[in-house]
């Protein structure tokens, strides 16, 4: 334990407060609380100083912060002139509860000091205050500490007024379609917050028992839910209960329909079977039915046009619930042929930097016009075309800009999330190694003198490469020795050698070369997007010797 000073000041009130910091339990849900309150034992939370008429119900109001019951029998309350207030005998304050404690004519009208000590007379706790409240009103603190007039007659026993209530929001997770129903379980999650700190969520599914909230539940039984839940902060102060709605459509009744799956773009005449009410035809992602209402046992659509691609549902209304059927379209197949295959990579600023990505795209052996292209860069950004009449697109761009790594070439109709035809090539632009030349190599193995030096430049033109993002690493005898990785202006380094450059030159040295085998890789990043662009591995090797 450890006692701390605190002090708040509002206005011409000064509280200065002694705190003892004492491990504490926590509920289902952790309970965070407000700095102000941090590690105390017990709190003032509202005192009566100046009740209607003569002096003779003065309270204070006592708050067990802890999770645990309090027993302060045995403790004392004091003011400035060192009157005992009360009297704490056999009283033990329950987990997170309140006790008032009564007595008369000892609270001074004007500024005052209260003291509580423990039953071995030791001070737990002092709170000043001055006189902010008119008659039969009584001081209330708030959730940042900070007294306030509290209203007439004061809230003994109970959350003050000047508690803000906390905050809980749901969430619903599932297959939710268009038409406002749930197709799948449905998981709720909530989540509370509040200014000092959540107590407890509780909920409570179609009126049945409250139950703790410790962790998101599912509900799996068709029909029409609702669920009511609130929370409980530190101080005991409940929100406005909520209610949301949750609609699950039985899947799995006796409503029977063909075909079960389809085609995009294919007709095809839709029959329902054991239909109990009315009857609607829904579109992927439509809220507005294609076909309905339509009542009887059996139904049947004729030539429908499956010109979206997804789950389309034949829903049975009837009774406040809905029974519900998945009729799978699938999208169909495009076919995406783009030239080169492979290129190796090019810098930006010399001949073969630019690439051109050409090539077509087809459905059922003819040109898909209505397609559109997406180019996907090995950084994630992307370029959409639309597909020429015949068939063809083009793309020409700055390779040595965007990098070595795969371009994906992806076609589709339709929605690009919720494609209705889909298909893809790659075209790879292949990393390439970067010019390496080991210079010179006068280190001696078990001594700290000599330098290893390396020249590395492009490939191209034979200028200075390092200034670009990179990855250098040293291996001995086969493991990791040493390592120096920049990106951006931030530099790291580690293991035993020391790395500097200047200009093409790597120069390598050390407190203490060990003999052995190392070798070294390069790995750079020309186009700074996290993608490594040139790459050698193993291929220089040297060997130190013990002298």
């Known amino acids: 334990m450890y006692r701390k000073k605190l002090m708040k000041k509002v206005g011409s009130l000064v509280i200065v407060t002694a705190l003892i910091v004492s491990a504490f339990a926590v509920f289902p849900r952790e309970v965070t609380r407000a700095s102000a309150f941090e590690g105390e034992t017990i709190v003032v939370t509202e ?5 209607a008429g003569a002096d003779t119900n003065e309270w204070i109001e006592l708050f067990n912060p802890s999770s645990e019951a309090l027993n302060v029998s045995g403790w004392t309350i004091k003011d400035e002139a060192d009157n005992t207030f009360g009297d704490l005998t056999g009283i033990v304050i329950p987990a997170y509860g309140y006790y008032v404690v009564y007595d008369s004519n000892i609270l001074n009208n004007d500024p005052e000091t209260i003291y509580i000590y423990d039953a071995t007379a030791t001070e737990v706790l ?12 009584s001081i209330e603190i708030d959730e940042a500490g900070e007294w306030n ?10 959350s003050n007024s000047v508690m803000e209530a906390p905050v809980t929001t749901h969430e619903l997770e599932g297959e939710e379609t268009a038409w406002g129903w749930f197709v799948s379980n449905v998981t709720v999650t909530l989540n509370a917050t509040d200014d000092t700190g959540v107590k407890e969520t509780k909920y409570s599914i179609d009126g049945g028992a409250w139950n703790t909230y410790t962790e998101p539940f599912v509900i799996e039984e068709p029909g029409v839910h609702n669920v009511e839940y609130y929370s409980v902060d530190f101080w005991g102060v409940e929100e406005t209960h909520h209610t949301v709605e949750v609609k699950i459509a039985n899947t799995s009744s006796g409503l029977s329909v063909t075909p079960t799956e389809a085609n995009w773009n294919e007709t095809k005449t839709i029959k329902v079977y054991n239909a109990e009410g009315t009857v609607y035809l829904y579109a992927p992602r439509e809220d507005t039915p294609r076909q309905g209402p339509d009542t009887g046992g059996y139904i049947e659509w004729f030539n429908i046009l499956f010109d979206v691609s997804g789950k389309w549902w034949v829903v049975d209304t009837f009774d406040s619930e809905v029974n519900a059927f998945a009729i799978d379209v699938k999208p169909v197949e495009l076919a995406v042929n783009a030239t080169p295959d492979e290129v190796n990579y090019v810098k930006s600023g010399v001949e073969g930097s630019y690439l051109t990505i050409e090539g077509t795209v087809t459905m059922n052996g003819e040109a898909a016009a209505q397609a559109k292209v997406k180019l996907i860069y090995p950084d994630g950004s992307s370029e959409i075309k639309d597909v020429e009449t015949d068939g063809s697109f083009l793309y020409h761009f700055n390779m040595g800009q965007k990098g070595a790594g795969e371009y994906n070439v992806t076609a589709y109709i339709g929605n690009a999330t919720y494609p209705d035809a889909f298909g893809y090539d790659v075209v790879i632009v292949n990393v390439v190694a970067p010019n390496i030349t080991l210079v010179s190599n006068d280190a001696i193995g078990g001594f700290d003198i000599g330098t290893v030096v390396f020249e590395v430049t492009y490939p191209e033109d034979g200028e200075a490469l390092l200034a670009n993002d990179h990855n250098i690493s040293i291996y001995k005898d086969g493991e990791l020795y040493a390592w120096h990785t920049k990106k951006g202006a931030t530099v790291e380094t580690g293991g035993p050698v020391d790395f500097a450059i200047t200009g093409k030159l790597l120069n390598l040295t050390s407190g203490m070369w060990e003999a052995g085998d190392y070798v070294i890789n390069f790995s750079i990043d020309v186009t700074g997007d996290g993608n490594w662009d040139m790459l050698v591995r193993q291929i220089i090797l040297w060997r130190l010797a013990r002298q």
Not at 126 to 137: F, L, M
Request: glycine share 18%; net charge negative.
């Open 149 to 158: 007039v509290g209203p007439a007659g004061g809230t003994p026993g109970e």
């Open 47 to 51: 005192i009566m100083y100046n009740p």
């Open 126 to 137: 002092n709170v000043s205050y001055d006189d902010i409240a008119g008659e039969n009103q």
